[in-house]
């Protein structure tokens, strides 16, 4: 039986190379100084904080272009999203960037899922370049999403912060001396009922141990096949209950499992549970991940990115909070 969603690529798209900015704040990650810039202020210096969140994007995608020795005209797609409304901050980029542009929600999720595509356009010839990665801005997706910033709400020790950050990868037709991306797993969405936006690692959890235990099966791997398994955006406490999911599935080596929201801000307890954002899973794995299969620290690395698929609308509403989890397995031989 052929387990939905689970993909293998025949040609092993390459990532030639990734941008990633940040904030100010994001100085706080200990894993800052692999960031490519850091900007002094949270707007990037713009008007308005939609503005600056495409210019997260818009100078991401220009680091990775660059290190291929490219520009915008040189690439075939740009797959890029994030989670303000209508994915607007991404919509302004694209007006800047004049690439063909292929929208992408997946929530926080989108790092994986966007590059994702990217393999399947790569791995079809149907593109020689492309560029995948996602963004968010605390201040434009906080208070869209939870409360305005100048309310001040007290949040509780579930809730997660909002980074400030983009990641972009360029992806190409196999190459020798990167990362290749051989296998993949798109999540289904699962809603187990919970309503609270201030506890999303608790309501992505599940989704995170669904494409997990489907991508393990799918492929015939097991857990000890990888040096790394990282979650997005799961935070102290989801991680905790995907490593419990994990147990009961009897898999019982997590030696190797770590979580990006979790790590983001070294785990400081001022950022609650720790980061969030369509740019917090993308930052990490365009960074931290990517330049240890560079030096083959790593040699394979299986990246889930999570996403809770809610809109202001909707949880409004008093709807619950459908999630998904994206995977992608990424080697270096």
């Not at 019982?252 to 979790?262: C, L």
């Not at 990115?305 to 990424?330: R, V």
Request: aromatic share 8%; proline share 4%; charged share 20%.
């Amino acid at each position: 039986m052929v387990t939905r969603g689970v993909i293998q690529f025949k040609t092993a798209p390459s990532i030639a190379a990734t941008g990633v900015t940040a904030g100010p704040l994001e100085k706080k990650s200990p894993y800052f100084e692999s960031f490519d810039k850091i900007y002094e202020g949270e707007r990037c210096g713009l008007d308005t904080n939609e503005h600056g969140h495409a210019k997260l994007m818009e100078d991401a995608t220009m680091i990775a272009l660059s290190k291929v020795n490219a520009v915008p005209a040189d690439a075939d797609f740009l797959l890029t999203g994030d989670l303000v409304n209508q994915m607007t901050p991404s919509n302004f980029c694209a007006t800047k960037m004049g690439i063909p542009y292929i929208g992408m929600f997946s929530a926080c999720a989108t790092s994986v899922s966007s590059l994702l595509t990217a393999a399947i356009l790569t791995d079809a010839g149907i593109s020689e370049l492309a560029i995948a990665g996602s963004a968010s801005q605390h201040n434009s997706i906080e208070r869209q999403f939870r409360y305005p910033i100048e309310y001040g709400v007290q949040k509780g020790d579930t809730a997660q912060w909002t980074v400030t950050a983009a990641g972009a990868a360029a992806v190409t037709p196999h190459c020798e001396g990167v990362p290749s991306i051989e296998r993949g797993t798109f999540g289904i969405a699962i809603d187990m009922g919970m309503t609270d936006p201030l506890n999303m690692g608790a309501a992505m959890a599940p989704a995170a141990a669904d494409t997990l235990f489907r991508h393990l099966e799918g492929h015939g791997a097991s857990t000890d096949d990888y040096d790394v398994i990282m979650t997005g955006d799961l935070g102290k406490t989801g991680f905790e209950i995907l490593k419990r999911l994990v147990d009961l599935k009897g898999i019982r080596n997590t030696n190797n499992f770590r979580d990006a929201g979790m790590e983001f801000y070294g785990k400081d307890p001022k950022f609650f549970s720790g980061a969030s954002g369509a740019g917090c899973s993308a930052a990490i794995y365009f960074s931290e991940i990517y330049n240890k299969l560079l030096s083959r620290e790593y040699q394979r690395v299986l990246l889930i990115a999570t996403g809770a698929l809610l809109s202001p609308m909707s949880f409004q509403q008093g709807d619950t909070i459908p999630c998904t989890a994206h995977a992608i397995e990424l080697t270096m031989k």
